[in-house]
């Protein structure tokens, strides 16, 4: 078995007085890129937006690129139609997507944050988040069937500094006539791990694994149970939503779908960097 493409991320939410530092720092097979958003506490808009350009061996770089066009925009769930509106002219999908992912970590990071954003207490935090993502994913589509809301399962101790890691990573490994796709997401909250078996021919799935390691609750990995339904498919042609649609859609869990949709955006750009070669 042989290594073809890694990609990696990793997404931290850190606290700096009244302000979060949300940065997502990536790489491939051949780039280094990171993006940096500082966003308001009190009210989540965006105060600064960067990118980081770091190059690759033989072509190291520090060039720093400001986005001032994002100053003011909520780091939300819900901004994404206006982002990409504002982003799409000034700079690559995937240097966009880090910018999403940078969104990502700061909502996971209210969770230690409600307070100040005007949440009296951890049950009206709780009921407010249950309103707000109501039927989004198997938790959230599932609140009669989970054994404990979601500040339960945080419990009393908020975090005061270093509010939220993720760390993301994606290997493609050939085997002959097969690729083979690993995918993981591992963060303060939740831990994926999955495998496909592709036809190299085709890019067609031949089997495929999935499963939650950590979760809210034990609803969550019932998500594992759409994988198997992705044999037969090629998922390098499927945009994010129909891949949403095989893996449960509101039923499924948005983190395995994520990992899956990386794995497939990761033989998408091997394929494409191989013929430009």
């Not at 760390?167 to 495998?195: A, R």
Request: one cysteine or more; proline letters at 3%; glycine letters at 8%.
């Amino acid at each position: 078995m042989n290594c073809l493409w890694q990609r990696s991320w990793h997404i931290q939410v850190q606290r700096t007085g009244e302000n979060l530092v949300c940065s997502c720092h990536y790489l491939d097979s051949s780039d280094e890129t990171e993006a940096q958003l500082t966003v308001s506490i009190k009210d989540y808009s965006i105060q600064e937006a960067r990118l980081i350009k770091l190059g690759k061996p033989g072509g190291f770089s520090e060039d720093v690129v400001g986005i001032p066009e994002l100053k003011g925009i909520p780091a939300y769930t819900g901004s994404g139609p206006e982002l990409r509106k504002i982003l799409e002219p000034l700079i690559s999908p995937q240097e966009r997507e880090l910018i999403n992912q940078c969104i990502i970590g700061a909502f996971q990071a209210e969770t230690f944050v409600y307070q100040e954003r005007g949440f009296a207490s951890a049950q009206a935090y709780t009921h407010a988040g249950d309103e707000f993502l109501k039927d989004t994913c198997s938790y959230y589509s599932n609140l009669d069937r989970i054994s404990a809301p979601w500040m339960e399962y945080i419990g009393d101790s908020l975090r005061k500094e270093y509010l939220f890691d993720r760390f993301k990573n994606q290997h493609l490994l050939t085997t002959g006539d097969e690729y083979w796709l690993i995918g993981s997401l591992n963060d303060s909250f939740h831990q994926v791990s999955t495998v496909l078996q592709l036809t190299k021919s085709a890019q067609r799935v031949k089997a495929a694994w999935g499963e939650l390691l950590k979760a809210p609750d034990q609803v969550c990995r019932e998500s594992g149970n759409f994988v198997p339904s992705l044999i037969g498919l090629n998922i390098t042609q499927m945009s994010k939503k129909e891949l949403a649609h095989h893996l449960g859609a509101q039923n499924g869990c948005v983190h395995l779908i994520d990992t899956i949709f990386d794995s497939a955006e990761t033989l998408r750009l091997y394929l494409q960097n191989k013929a430009g070669a």
